[in-house]
């Protein structure tokens, strides 16, 4: 696991089951042309604080952000039929990325759950107490993203009102939006997260790209991809 400097950051979020070493393999290829745009900055790949499943070998142990049940660690979000849900393992998960120079971070970017933590604190940022945690964030990168079902936790129920009008597909006010760029990406095949979840967040998001690819759940990252990312990512923190 890596741990932040001082540097200008991007943090990178792995998804579900996933750690650190996973998601950086994953999407190395975005990671390497993103190097020669932005040498200066460092890139910040944490592991979610809650193993899932246990293994001598770093790379393969399972970890998470949040959990729905103690006894049930691995129950996938997108099996979940209730509307509402109180997702385990919040609070760790909060300290842990606040207590690591958060105010060097420039840009989140966040896969699947990793996308559902990027949205939670993207919230939290613009609507709630976290901006003094994050006052030089600038934009955030969402793939395969989610808000239902909707979380119950403390922290977001003051704006438990608006995801669910946004996942409802209804507009929601200018001033209730939230006011970070974002760049929004998922595919049309996704089984895990269908495309239906994910375009609900277009109705959340003030200033949102959409960037569709034809794949399932994974970070695309064809040329045009990654093009894609490359170029949102620099023009907010160029």
């Given at each position: 696991?890596?741990?932040?400097?001082?540097?200008?950051?991007?943090?990178?979020?792995?998804?579900?089951?996933?750690?650190?070493?996973?998601?950086?393999?994953?999407?190395?290829?975005?990671?390497?042309?993103?190097?020669?745009?932005?040498?200066?900055?460092?890139?910040?790949?944490?592991?979610?604080?809650?193993?899932?499943?246990?293994?001598?070998?770093?790379?393969?142990?399972?970890?998470?952000?949040?959990?729905?049940?103690?006894?049930?660690?691995?129950?996938?979000?997108?099996?979940?039929?209730?509307?509402?849900?109180?997702?385990?393992?919040?609070?760790?998960?909060?300290?842990?990325?606040?207590?690591?120079?958060?105010?060097?971070?420039?840009?989140?970017?966040?896969?699947?759950?990793?996308?559902?933590?990027?949205?939670f604190?993207?919230?939290?940022?613009?609507?709630?107490?976290?901006?003094?945690?994050?006052?030089?964030?600038?934009?955030?990168?969402?793939?395969?993203?989610?808000?239902?079902?909707?979380?119950?936790n403390?922290?977001?129920?003051?704006?438990?009102?608006?995801?669910?009008?946004?996942?409802?597909?209804?507009?929601?006010?200018?001033?209730?939006?939230?006011?970070?760029?974002?760049?929004?990406?998922?595919?049309?095949?996704?089984?895990?997260?269908?495309?239906?979840?994910?375009?609900?967040?277009?109705?959340?998001?003030?200033?949102?790209?959409?960037?569709?690819?034809n794949?399932?759940?994974?970070?695309?990252?064809?040329?045009?991809?990654?093009?894609?990312?490359?170029?949102?990512?620099?023009?907010?923190?160029?």
């Amino acid at each position: 696991m890596q741990t932040f400097n001082n540097n200008k950051s991007i943090l990178f979020l792995h998804g579900f089951t996933q750690n650190s070493i996973v998601f950086e393999k994953k999407i190395k290829v975005l990671t390497k042309l993103l190097k020669t745009k932005l040498p200066n900055y460092k890139f910040i790949f944490p592991d979610g604080p809650h193993i899932l499943e246990e293994n001598q070998i770093q790379e393969e142990i399972k970890r998470s952000w949040l959990y729905l049940s103690e006894n049930e660690k691995t129950l996938r979000v997108s099996l979940v039929k209730d509307n509402e849900v109180y997702f385990l393992g919040m609070k760790e998960t909060l300290n842990q990325i606040i207590s690591n120079n958060s105010n060097q971070i420039e840009c989140i970017f966040g896969f699947s759950q990793g996308a559902l933590i990027t949205i939670f604190l993207s919230i939290l940022i613009s609507k709630g107490n976290f901006k003094q945690y994050f006052p030089n964030l600038k934009c955030v990168v969402i793939v395969a993203g989610f808000i239902h079902p909707y979380p119950k936790n403390e922290e977001l129920s003051f704006y438990l009102d608006k995801l669910i009008q946004a996942n409802q597909g209804e507009e929601i006010d200018q001033y209730d939006k939230i006011d970070i760029p974002c760049l929004n990406v998922y595919g049309t095949s996704d089984e895990y997260i269908p495309a239906r979840k994910s375009e609900k967040l277009n109705y959340l998001f003030d200033n949102i790209q959409v960037h569709i690819h034809n794949g399932k759940h994974f970070t695309p990252t064809s040329k045009e991809d990654v093009n894609t990312f490359v170029n949102f990512i620099i023009k907010y923190l160029s």
